[in-house]
Structure formats: structure tokens, C-alpha cells
């Protein structure tokens, strides 16, 4: 997917005027928000199990190597195969050729924020596959060719009557006269509709939300059943991950399964979590034949042992993009990446580059509540500072900003200077206090473009003048 | 109240210094009521918050540096701002642990700084403070945190009760009142759009609490918000907390035209 | 393909700065990756998996309801065709069941109630389907299911209604327990082992939930109290 997050501020703007996105993205606050409260009340042992996640993130990233090396053993002896892809480019190519050397013609996929990463859809499409979201979100904006807006909830900007439109433009083999309003009613035809392809299909393309190097096992997880579908039925299953997936064991799994499954969706667990380890074994009747795992690098590996370490341990629970006051008005789309939100902010810079990414660093108040709810820790505003640091190195702050900021600095290491000269300021802007509110900077918002009224002079200078008056 | 013997060092802020002093003067009437000694120390300007958000480190570091050379012979550091203790309190350090000449003195500095509010509550006692004159019981609050004291500092109780058992009023509470007002710094120039949306919901917020005035601890979302509010057409009046509890509340609100 | 592989492994080692490492303390590395994957550390287990008998099965079937399945109780799995003869025709369909080909599944009254029996693979025909499950989960109110030559994965999810017997003495505390037990039998693990709880769901449409997305729309566990 070409991102377009350089031209966040003009998608955020736009988006603040999608009446539609606005009335969907309110019920993120009803939905996601009340609900992982309450499921993080009601497990006491919460905040102990994030600490132990975390601890068995940081062992993994520290022998990641060993950790991978005994995945790929494990998933062999079981009879499926390892591919190794350093760019999205490689994992394409890999997946095209497991898939004509399987004879697959068509794909249904389970939703996977790596396969969007590298944009597997498109690919396939131009090498005569057909690939088709089983997700109903996924397979929603699928239909209307528009990227997710959000992890969990990729079609959550959307309202009812948009969904039916784009149902009724694409399913052609209903009556025409049919009822189609009702979630229930969408639902079900989305459910007769995806029955077919999940029994015809060649292979099922998955992610992961989990490896575990102890059984390599791929744990996947969802609500609707149709991961587990997507896998068990076809003759081929081919699982994209990113390697910073892996977990030592099937104990550690579990301990992050605790938090992701509250984190994200406020359950006490998905409603299918599935532990898949190898192809059909003998004697089963269903399974796929053939079980693949790509294992993707794609500028993961540059994170280890810098300063961004800490993103890798993100599970992909959406939590930040749920409490963040900005995701909050703007939505996804707006992000212009596959990845939105807090984490998005952090981690397309670090993927794509931050020169394609510029504002996102810099598109948050550092309120923090991204922090405070993630489960696995992750220091998201710091992460996002050190952003800002890398572009203030660099030069890449806009002009302005740097200009203002490197005045500002020079001034207030000079105390004497800044203090007489700030008197001296304010009492000249005096002239103006009559109108209550100046205009300095016409073209900035906020309330550089209305200067409040200020006072009669500064608080250095009237305390010096106490002073003086008690001497 | 006799002198308690402690000296305490008020950090003005920026903002307080050049566009609102009179919050100044009601820290240091609350510090002296509570039985402080307290001194301004001249060198002081800013505590470097621009420029560690805008990820300038160099400028951040010699800020908060300049701040602890000049806060050296204090007990305590107090400043009414949440954020900007925040930035002293947890950021210095991590700023300054470079600069090994200043090793022993960083943890020392940054242990004394402390936001107003906390500082009456938690580090005087309430019970100890001379009670401001009582308000007006049918006066009506609505309390706005700034998500640096909140988060980074956890300041939360301190003004409430300050303000209850001092003042003797009982501040509302905004309905999501977690949620960011959307100033954040330089992200209300950038982002401009994004920032008035969240502080118009706000300030709708705070409109339908009904109260008289929104009140609270840092002056970056104060003025903000009554920027906002003022262009609504608003009745609701914005005050610093320290304006209200020191008694020092009868001139024009922030954003309100000063009389000559 | 190889190639790629010691590619991303050596850029790994780069990272990790392995080559500054010694030879030595790489072998101990290996060596604390192996003793942690034998003898894995255990996690702190939720106070509320650790409850025993009665009071398990209580949580048991408090958690799964509150996940929308049904969860009855019954005295002996031999009253269960009888039981499940009077639900579909209740509901208007045929006396037939996709069913798993455990021995003690097979082994029930099914004639008798009136019900025949299917094996086999999933279809888009079938609208009821029985299992018996491995284990229960009390913690999360879960079944676990896992694909053997008697018990394909496809039954689970294809049908309308899925229907699980589960044998109070295989109903654990934690997801963690069902897996010491299913290890022993299984110490590779099957091919796979999925974790259910309630039915197929889906809130893609307004945020609103829907039951029955693509896997099936009820879920209806019958607790064995005899076995």
C-alpha cells in the first residue's frame, strides 16, 4: 500500500468533516473503551501479567535468533516449511510461487495486518489469484477498495445503509428486492455469501498473532470463526508473520493471550483461539495438506537494540488507537498506513521512513492515555519523541516551528535579557489589551492566531517592583 | 500562621510570567499563608518543555539545568503547573544524567520539585493551611486536568480537595474527563483542526456541567480552552485553581478584557 | 531461499552483536534457550482458575453463558439423543446430526431417539453438529476442541448449531491445565487445538453484535456429570 501520511493534516481535516466517520467513530468510546475497563477490573491479576509479558518480550528480542531458529525446527519436523523474507517484496514473490506451485486459484484470507503491509492482495489479483477477505470488516472494504481504518475493526467508519449499498452493488445472485438493513440482515448475507468460498477455495492466508518456538504452533485468533475456516478447509495454508511474533513457549503464549483478549476487545477470550501446529496429520480429514509460515523481517530487525526497541513488543491489540483523543476525531484513514494510531505513529515512521511520515510523530498532545492502557508497556510517548529528536537531528522540523523554538530557546537562556524585554513586550502589547484578543500569527490556529489578554506587565517585573516597594 | 521554616523556591512558569501573573501572586499568598518562606529566584524562565517536546535536547538539558543552578538553596521547588513539574521532575533527570559533573545534585533537584497543588495538599497538609476566606456557596466549579499532571504527576485529589475544604466548594466533574482538551503544546499550531475539534468538546462539556467557572491547574489548557470558549460566545468564566483558592479571584477571567 | 534465511539470521546477530560475543557465552545463550524450553517458568494463574469441583463447574457454566452458548447439565451422556430428538424437532429440522466418531459418542441411544447419524467432513448442509470436547475451561467459560481422525475441525465450524458434550472430569480450571493433560496424551500437540467460547460473533456492522458470523450461531454444551 503507497502510504500517504505526509498528508495527514489534510486527511485529519477532511475527516473532521465526515459526519458519517464522525457518528461511527463515537462508538468506539461505547464499545471498546467501557469494555476493556471493565474486563481489566474484573482479572485482579492484570497488572501482574503485564509485567511478566513483558518480561518475556524483552528475553525473546534478546535471543530472537535461538527463538526463531527453534520455531522453523519445530514447524519442520511437523511436516510444514519456513520461508524467510527480508522485504514485502520477497514475502509476494514467496507466496506467488507456493501458490502456483500449488495450483491455487483462489485464496481466502483471514485478516492480517502484515499481509496488508505487503500488500498481498493487489499482488495476487495481477498474478490471476483471486484473494478474498473472509473478515466481514475486512471484506467489507474489500468490496469497496478502501484500507482498513482500524486493527480490530477495519470497516468501523463505516454506517449500515453504506454497507448495503456496497452489498447490493456486488451480490448479484440475491433477489434485488430484498430486505437489507438490519446488521442482522448484512450479517447473514455476508454468512451464505463467504460459506461458498470457504469451501472452494485452493488456500487460506492467514497472519499470526502468536508463534511459539516450543511446538511451532501459530496461534490465531478471532470472533467470527472465519481464521479457523480459512485454514482447516483448504488444501494449502500459508501463514505471513513478522518475527518479532514469536514467544518462547506455549506458557508464555498464554500469559499474553490473557492480556491481548481483554486489551482489544474487552472478552474474557476470542471466541476461537486456535493453536495450529502442522499440516492434516495422518488419518484426519480435514486440515490443509500443505502448512507454510513466512517468517517477514521488512526493518524489524533494525529495531533491536535501538531506541525503539520497545515497539516491538506490541501484541496488535488496537487499545491506543481506542483511548487516543486524536485517532478519536480523525479515524484511520486519515493516518494514510496500514498502521494508525499511537502505534501506527511509532511504527510506519520506523518501517517506511520518516520522510515518509513526517507529521505522524508529531500528530499527538502527549496526553498519554496510549500508555497507560497498553498492555504490554510500551513508552509510546516516549517512542514518539524520540521520533521528534531524530527529526530535530536531522532538520527535518518544519522551518517555522524551528525557527520559533531556537528564538524561544535563545531568549530564555538569558534571563535578564528575556525578563526586559518581556516587560517591555507586554507593556507595548498594552496598546492593544482594550480588544481582549490580538492576532498574531493570522495563519495559525489555536491561540497563536488569539493572543489573550494580557496583563499590565509581566510577573517578574511587578514582583521586582514588590520587592523594591517593601526595600 | 508561624513561619514553618521552609523555603520554598517558586517556579513561575512562562506562561504565568507573561501572560497571567496574577496566578503567580496567588501561589505565593497560598505558599506564605501555609507558613513558607518564599523566594523568585530571578534566573528562571522556562523549564524547557518546548523544546524537549520538539525533540531539542540540547536546548531542553540546558534549560532544566539552568533551572537547577537557580533553584539550588531551596527546600522545595513549587510551581503551578503540572506540566511543567512533570518536565522538571521526571524529565530532567533523564535530560541531565549526561552531565556528570552534576551527578549527586540532579536526584536532589528534581525530589524537591513539586506542582501547587500537591504541594499544599500532600507536603503541608491541608489541615495545617489557614483557611482562605469561604466562597459563595452557590458559586459552581468545573474541575479541567491537564493530562501531564494527571498522568505523569497523578494529580487528581489534591486540587479537588483543596478546593472543597479550602474554599469550601465542591468542584463538578466533566463528563470523559480523561480526555485530552487538545492544546498539547505546539501540536494546537500544527494541528489546528484536530485541536479545536477536541477542545470544542470540551468546552461542550464543560457547558453542559453548568457551572459557573472551569477551573484548573495549568494555564496551556486554560487558555486554550477560554480561547475557545470566548469565540462561542460562552458565559463560562476560566480560572487557575491557585486564583481561587488564594482568594484572588474578583478581576477578569483568563481571556476577559483587563480594565485599564 | 536458504540464502534469505542467513540473510535475516546474520542481520540479527548483527544487531544482537553476537560476533562480540564470545563463543563461549553464545553457547550459553543456546543453552538458556534450551533449559527455558524444557522447563518452562510458569506465570501466575489467575486466582479465579483455581476453584474445584462444584464450585468449577458453577464458574464453568457462568463464563460460557455469559459468552452466549447454552450449557445444561445431564445426569449420564445417555440421555442426550432423547434430549437433542425434542430440541430439532422443536425447531423444524430433520433428525440427523453431523457427528465426530468417538467411541462414546457413537456408543448413545442415537437409533432409539430417532436421529441419524453422518460422519465425515463438514458440509454447508449440515445444520446441527456434535462433538465431544477434550477438556473445558472453567477460567473462561471455554471447550477445547481438537482436530483427530474422529473429530474434524470443519464440524465445529460449518454448522448452524454445534453441539458439545463434555465430561465433568475433563472440565479444568485453566486453559493452562487442559494443555498439561492434552500434552501428555499428545506431547507434539495436534494439528490443531482451538479454543471456543460461545458462539461465532461479529461486531464489523456499527459495532453492534451479531451472533453466527461465519461459524455457528449457537453454541450448546451438555456437562456430563457422570463421566
Same mark, same amino acid.
Given at each position: ?13 477532511q475527516a473532521?468533516q465526515d459526519a458519517d466517520l464522525q457518528g461511527a467513530l463515537q462508538n ?93 492482495n ?10 478474498i477477505e473472509t473478515d466481514l470488516g475486512e471484506y467489507i472494504i474489500q468490496l469497496r477498495n478502501e484500507p482498513p481504518s482500524h486493527?480490530?475493526a477495519p470497516a468501523i467508519h463505516l454506517k449500515r445503509s453504506q454497507i448495503a449499498d456496497t452489498f447490493r452493488k456486488n451480490h448479484g445472485d440475491f433477489p434485488s428486492d430484498r430486505k437489507l438493513e438490519e446488521p442482522r440482515e448484512l450479517v447473514d448475507e455476508a454468512r451464505q455469501i463467504m460459506?461458498k468460498r ?26 467470527e ?33 490473557? +492480556? *491481548?483478549? &481483554?486489551?482489544?476487545?474487552? $472478552?474474557?477470550?476470542?471466541?476461537? @483461539? =486456535? !493453536?495450529? #501446529? ?53 479515524g484511520g484513514h ?48 516516549? +517512542? *514518539?519523541? &524520540?521520533?521528534?529528536?531524530? $527529526?530535530?537531528?536531522?532538520?527535518? @522540523? =518544519? !522551518?517555522? #516551528? ?70 | ?260 | ?201 461479529t461486531a464489523d456492522i456499527e459495532q453492534q453484535?451479531q451472533?453466527?458470523a461465519h ?13
Amino acid at each position: 500500500m503507497e502510504i500517504t501520511s505526509n498528508a495527514f493534516r489534510k486527511q485529519a481535516a477532511q475527516a473532521l468533516q465526515d459526519a458519517d466517520l464522525q457518528g461511527a467513530l463515537q462508538n468506539l468510546k461505547r464499545g471498546f473503551q467501557e469494555k476493556r475497563a471493565r474486563a481489566v477490573a474484573r482479572l485482579p491479576e492484570f497488572e501482574d501479567l503485564q509485567d511478566h509479558a513483558v518480561a518475556i518480550k524483552d528475553h525473546t528480542l534478546r535471543l530472537l535468533d535461538f527463538y526463531l531458529e527453534r520455531f522453523e525446527r519445530e514447524v519442520v519436523t511437523k511436516g510444514g516449511s519456513v520461508h524467510w523474507c527480508r522485504t514485502s517484496d520477497e514475502a509476494r514473490e514467496t507466496v506467488l510461487s507456493i501458490c502456483k506451485a500449488a495450483d491455487v486459484k483462489t485464496v481466502v484470507k483471514g485478516k492480517s495486518m502484515v499481509a496488508e503491509e505487503i500488500a498481498i492482495n493487489d499482488f495476487l489479483v495481477a498474478n490471476g489469484i483471486e484473494p478474498i477477505e473472509t473478515d466481514l470488516g475486512e471484506y467489507i472494504i474489500q468490496l469497496r477498495n478502501e484500507p482498513p481504518s482500524h486493527i480490530i475493526a477495519p470497516a468501523i467508519h463505516l454506517k449500515r445503509s453504506q454497507i448495503a449499498d456496497t452489498f447490493r452493488k456486488n451480490h448479484g445472485d440475491f433477489p434485488s428486492d430484498r430486505k437489507l438493513e438490519e446488521p442482522r440482515e448484512l450479517v447473514d448475507e455476508a454468512r451464505q455469501i463467504m460459506r461458498k468460498r470457504f469451501l472452494s477455495a485452493d488456500a487460506g492466508i492467514t497472519g499470526a498473532n502468536l508463534l511459539i518456538a516450543e511446538t511451532g504452533s501459530v496461534v490465531l485468533l478471532s470472533n467470527e470463526g472465519n481464521i479457523d475456516l480459512s485454514r482447516a478447509l483448504p488444501r494449502v495454508h500459508i501463514v505471513i508473520a513478522s518475527i518479532e511474533k514469536v514467544v518462547p513457549t506455549l506458557r508464555d503464549a498464554t500469559v499474553i493471550l490473557r +492480556l *491481548l483478549s &481483554r486489551a482489544a476487545t474487552g $472478552q474474557e477470550a476470542a471466541t476461537y @483461539t =486456535s !493453536f495450529v #501446529s502442522g499440516p492434516r496429520q495422518a488419518g484426519e480429514v480435514d486440515g490443509p495438506e500443505a502448512f507454510h509460515v513466512l517468517l517477514l523481517d521488512n526493518g524489524r530487525s533494525d529495531l533491536l537494540k535501538s531506541e525503539f526497541e520497545e515497539m516491538l513488543r506490541c501484541i496488535r491489540c488496537g487499545a491506543c488507537l481506542n483511548h487516543c483523543p486524536v485517532y478519536g476525531v480523525t479515524g484511520g484513514h486519515a493516518y494514510g498506513s496500514v498502521y494508525t494510531g499511537p502505534m501506527g505513529a511509532v511504527l510506519t515512521p520506523l518501517l517506511e521512513g520518516l520522510d515518509k511520515a513526517a507529521p505522524l510523530p508529531n500528530a499527538s498532545t502527549f496526553c498519554g492515555r496510549c500508555e497507560e492502557v497498553c498492555p504490554m508497556k510500551i513508552p509510546l510517548v516516549s +517512542l *514518539l519523541r &524520540r521520533l521528534r529528536e531524530r $527529526q530535530w537531528r536531522q532538520r527535518k @522540523t =518544519s !522551518f517555522p #516551528s524551528r525557527l520559533s523554538l531556537v528564538l524561544w530557546a535563545f531568549f530564555a537562556k538569558r534571563p535578564a535579557i528575556y525578563h526586559s524585554l518581556s516587560s517591555l513586550l507586554v507593556r507595548l502589547l498594552r496598546v492593544c489589551r482594550k480588544r481582549g484578543w490580538i492576532s498574531i500569527w493570522p495563519k495559525a490556529g489555536g491561540w497563536g492566531a488569539r493572543f489573550p489578554a494580557l496583563g499590565h506587565t509581566t510577573f517578574q517585573a511587578a514582583w521586582r517592583g514588590r520587592k523594591e516597594k517593601k526595600e | 500562621m508561624p513561619s514553618s521554616g521552609v523555603r520554598v523556591g517558586l517556579f513561575v512558569t512562562c506562561l504565568v510570567d507573561l501572560i497571567r501573573p496574577q496566578v503567580g501572586f496567588a501561589a505565593v499568598r497560598l505558599l506564605e499563608d501555609a507558613g513558607c518562606e518564599v523566594v523568585v529566584p530571578r534566573h528562571q524562565t522556562c523549564c524547557g518543555q518546548p523544546a524537549y517536546n520538539a525533540g531539542d535536547r540540547v536546548n531542553a538539558s540546558a534549560l532544566a539545568r539552568q533551572v537547577l543552578e537557580a533553584f539550588e538553596d531551596v527546600d522545595y521547588i513549587v510551581t503551578p503547573s503540572g506540566s511543567c513539574a512533570a518536565t522538571l521532575r521526571l524529565h530532567a533527570p533523564e535530560l541531565l544524567a549526561d552531565s556528570p559533573e552534576l551527578a549527586g545534585r540532579v536526584k536532589a533537584f528534581s525530589e524537591k520539585v513539586f506542582e501547587l497543588t500537591t504541594f499544599l495538599s500532600e507536603i503541608i497538609g491541608v489541615d495545617r493551611l489557614l483557611s482562605a476566606a469561604k466562597k459563595n456557596s452557590e458559586r459552581t466549579i468545573v474541575y479541567h486536568d491537564s493530562c501531564a499532571g494527571l498522568r505523569e504527576l497523578g494529580i487528581r485529589k489534591a486540587p479537588r480537595e483543596l478546593l472543597s475544604r479550602l474554599s469550601g466548594v465542591q468542584p463538578q466533574e466533566l463528563a470523559e474527563r480523561d480526555v485530552c482538551c487538545g492544546f498539547g503544546g505546539t501540536f494546537c499550531v500544527k494541528f489546528p483542526e484536530i485541536s479545536e475539534r477536541l477542545a470544542a468538546d470540551k468546552c461542550l462539556a464543560a457547558e453542559k456541567v453548568g457551572a459557573d467557572e472551569l477551573v484548573g491547574g495549568d494555564l496551556g489548557c486554560l487558555l486554550h480552552l477560554a480561547g475557545i470558549l470566548q469565540r462561542s460566545g460562552s458565559c463560562l468564566r476560566v480560572r487557575h485553581v491557585a486564583e481561587i483558592l488564594a482568594d484572588l479571584d474578583e478581576g477578569p477571567a483568563i481571556g476577559e478584557l483587563a480594565e485599564d | 531461499m536458504t540464502d534469505t534465511r542467513r540473510v535475516i539470521l546474520n542481520s540479527l546477530k548483527d544487531r544482537l552483536e553476537r560476533s562480540a560475543n564470545s563463543r563461549k557465552s553464545i553457547e550459553a545463550m543456546q543453552a538458556e534457550v534450551d533449559d527455558r524450553l524444557a522447563d518452562p517458568p510458569t506465570h501466575p494463574l489467575p486466582a479465579r482458575g483455581r476453584c474445584m469441583g462444584e464450585e468449577r463447574t458453577s464458574l464453568f457454566i457462568r463464563m460460557a453463558k455469559e459468552a452466549g452458548a447454552e450449557v445444561e447439565r445431564i445426569a449420564s451422556a445417555s440421555l442426550l439423543p432423547e434430549r437433542l430428538s425434542l430440541l430439532l424437532e422443536g425447531w423444524g429440522l430433520n433428525q440427523g446430526l453431523l457427528a465426530a466418531t468417538d467411541p462414546m459418542l457413537i456408543a448413545l441411544p442415537w437409533a432409539a431417539a430417532g436421529i441419524t447419524l453422518r460422519h465425515g467432513r463438514a458440509s454447508s448442509m449440515d445444520q446441527v453438529s456434535i462433538a465431544v470436547a477434550y477438556a473445558g475451561v472453567a477460567e473462561t467459560g471455554s471447550l477445547l476442541l481438537v482436530a483427530t481422525p474422529q473429530s474434524p475441525m470443519s464440524i465445529h465450524l460449518l454448522s448452524d448449531l454445534h453441539v458439545v458434550l463434555l465430561p465433568v472430569s475433563r472440565l479444568f480450571g485453566t486453559m493452562e491445565e487442559a494443555f498439561v493433560h492434552l500434552r501428555r496424551e499428545t506431547p507434539g500437540l495436534p494439528s490443531a487445538s482451538m479454543f471456543v467460547t460461545g458462539p461465532s460473533r461479529t461486531a464489523d456492522i456499527e459495532q453492534q453484535m451479531q451472533l453466527g458470523a461465519h461459524g455457528p450461531r449457537e453454541l450448546r454444551v451438555y456437562i456430563d456429570e457422570n463421566e
